[in-house]
């Protein structure tokens, strides 16, 4: 089988990435906020946990030396594409991001996964684009994403949500409206797609 990894917020855990780079951006004035947390986003762009940053302050997180150089992963999902790939499946990594950000995502999923390919797309966050850009449907695929958008528009044969939040885990911006195939926790996940492995033998 084939797997389609989105990135953030699926293999980097972004949101408290950015919460913890935040932070150290403003270690010295850190009582004068309110420190966020990542169940409280529920916006796409993070603005309703980082209000007082503009979207060039936020872009500057993202793209940021200490965002790639302290990476908070989601528990467990390393070991779970480690495991499909030593059981012989083809990983795939898609995601979107800026020049900068891309890049760097470059450099650490090499590093984290030598055997896996990546297709990175430089996109702004405006553009309307898919990650179905290699055709998914050519063969078998599973894709994982946090986003109900890309999820839509891909054709692979199955697509799982993935959410990093435990309880109500599908009402943000990014992820409402998803009438598909979800996982709300890493055991959750490998449920599902052993589930899907199972119908495909
Ligand atoms: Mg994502």
Not at 87 to 107: D, M, R, S
């Amino acid at each position: 089988m084939r797997f389609v990894f989105d990135i953030d917020n699926v293999v980097y855990n972004s949101i408290e990435t950015c919460i913890s780079a935040y932070i150290d951006n403003r270690i010295t004035d850190v009582e004068d906020i309110k420190i966020p947390s990542s169940d409280d986003c529920y916006q796409f762009n993070m603005k309703d946990i980082m209000p007082d940053l503009g979207d060039n302050e936020l872009q500057y997180i993202f793209d940021g030396d200490f965002f790639f150089e302290n990476i908070i992963l989601i528990e467990g999902m390393t070991e779970l594409i480690n495991s499909l790939h030593d059981k012989g499946h083809e990983i795939i990594f898609a995601t979107f991001g800026l020049t900068k950000n891309v890049c760097k995502k470059l450099v650490d999923l090499r590093r984290r996964f030598p055997f896996c390919k990546i297709t990175p797309i430089v996109a702004d966050w405006g553009d309307s684009l898919s990650k179905d850009f290699f055709n998914m449907n050519s063969q078998p695929t599973i894709f994982i994403d946090d986003q109900t958008k890309y999820l839509n528009d891909s054709n692979a044969a199955h697509c799982i949500m993935f959410s990093q939040f435990a309880e109500n885990s599908y009402d943000r911006e990014w992820n409402k409206n998803w009438g598909g195939l979800k996982a709300n926790s890493i055991n959750n996940l490998e449920w599902v797609v052993a589930m899907i492995l199972e119908t495909e033998k």
